[in-house]
């Protein structure tokens, strides 16, 4: 089933046009150095893009990551400049949603694009895993939480 959704996504939809598209942004932002950062990220939605059934965008932290704090600080910083182009893309994509949610043939599109909106508002640091590894995370997550509870 998730590759039929692969398959509607790419050619009804021409869903590999906002792939690429992404993806040549993050290539462009990761290419200045500066915004490396937010490249990665986007690099890394646009490779969601091209298989969104069955992958999800989450984030390094969930996956016990250690990363460079100077790495993670500069990362927070180049977060704040990105914001209001992060938070235009999003209004454009929630607008893209509402839009296809009028037709009941573009729901699955608007899906797609709503379950990974938040990637637009902050693509650093987020990565493409597939769908049971993002399952098996969350898995482990309600379990601590469990554990933690007060008896």
């Given at each position: 089933m998730k590759t039929l959704g692969n398959i509607l996504w790419h050619f009804p939809?021409?869903?590999?046009?906002?792939?690429?598209?992404?993806?040549?942004?993050?290539?462009?932002f990761t290419v200045t150095v500066v915004a490396?950062?937010?490249?990665?990220?986007l690099m890394e939605y646009g490779k969601f893009?091209?298989?969104?059934?069955?992958?999800?965008?989450?984030?390094?932290?969930?996956?016990?990551?250690?990363?460079n704090l100077l790495w993670k600080a500069y990362s927070s910083l180049v977060m704040l400049i990105y914001f209001p182009l992060g938070l235009m893309l999003a209004l454009i994509a929630?607008?893209?949603i509402v839009a296809q949610f009028v037709t009941i043939i573009n729901i699955p599109v608007a899906?797609?694009?709503a379950k990974s909106l938040g990637t637009y508002l902050n693509p650093v640091n987020k990565i493409c895993v597939h769908s049971a590894v993002a399952e098996d995370i969350e898995r482990r997550k309600a379990k601590a939480e469990v554990?933690?509870?007060?008896r």
């Open positions: 939809f021409f869903g590999f046009v906002s792939a690429i598209l992404v993806y040549l942004l993050g290539l462009i490396a950062p937010i490249g990665l990220g893009l091209f298989a969104p059934f069955g992958h999800e965008m989450i984030s390094k932290s969930d996956l016990n990551v250690k990363q929630v607008f893209q899906l797609v694009i554990c933690n509870l007060p």
